[in-house]
Nanobody, 129 residues
Framework: QLQVVESGGGSVLAGGSLRLSCAAS????????MGWFRQVPGKEREGVAA???????KYADSVKGRFTVSLDNSKKTLYLQMNNLKPDDTAMYYC???????????????????????WGQGTQVTVSS
């Protein structure tokens, strides 16, 4: 059974940094994507950053230059380094995994949440001014 577990959330002041981690287990696919999504109560979930197993990366415009996503393929662990955090970054952050049958869809739809079948429970990030 595929499992997704996030860690690393917390509370910081604006301008601070946090690093989120996401460990996935229970699958052997070598072609897959992992992504970070966030949601604020009353708003739709939005894609933040995602990466394919071949290294293709996609960021939301709102986090470009501040957030860095990385993937350790050997550990199936995803990271999100968040720098210069802003109050608008406050949200529940979710990690998600999509398994791909082949390489033809790598790089497509990385930030579309409906493309992901497996989700973690989320970790809260709170940024105060």
């Amino acid at each position: 059974q595929l499992q997704v577990v996030e860690s690393g959330g917390g509370s910081v002041l604006a301008g601070g940094s946090l690093r989120l981690s996401c460990a996935a287990s229970g699958y052997t696919h070598s072609t897959y994507s992992m992504g970070w999504f966030r949601q604020v109560p009353g708003k739709e979930r939005e894609g933040v950053a995602a990466i394919d197993s071949d290294g293709s990366v996609k960021y939301a415009d709102s986090v470009k230059g501040r957030f860095t996503v990385s993937l350790d393929n050997s550990k199936k662990t995803l990271y999100l380094q968040m720098n210069n955090l802003k109050p608008d970054d406050t949200a529940m952050y979710y990690c998600a995994v999509r398994l791909l049958a082949d390489r033809t869809t790598l790089g497509f739809g990385l930030l579309i949440d409906n493309n992901y079948a497996f989700w973690g429970q989320g970790t809260q990030v709170t940024v105060s001014s």
